[in-house]
């Protein structure tokens, strides 16, 4: 059971990392029209969450090794 867990948190770790580094490089929206280019970037509250959440996951899963 101990170790089942530790897998989960660990995939959901990395898993929650990979997405927030993703929503935070990636542009939210994007227009291309001829010479004109316009890229609107929001908020990236959300996605340093998403890293941080990752990370105590990541922390969650080997500190369960450890026991």
């Known amino acids: 059971m101990n170790n089942v867990l ?6 959901i770790g990395v898993g929650m990392i990979a997405y927030g580094l993703y929503q935070l490089i990636t ?20 996605s340093y969450a998403m890293i941080g959440f990752g990370v105590l996951a990541l922390i969650g899963g080997l500190a369960f090794g450890k026991r």
Not at 6 to 11: D, F, Q, S, W
Not at 32 to 43: F, I, M, N, S, T
């Open 6 to 11: 530790k897998i989960v948190l660990l995939i």
């Open 27 to 46: 542009p939210e929206f994007a227009i291309d029209a001829g010479p004109l280019q316009v890229e609107a970037h929001g908020d990236n509250t959300q």
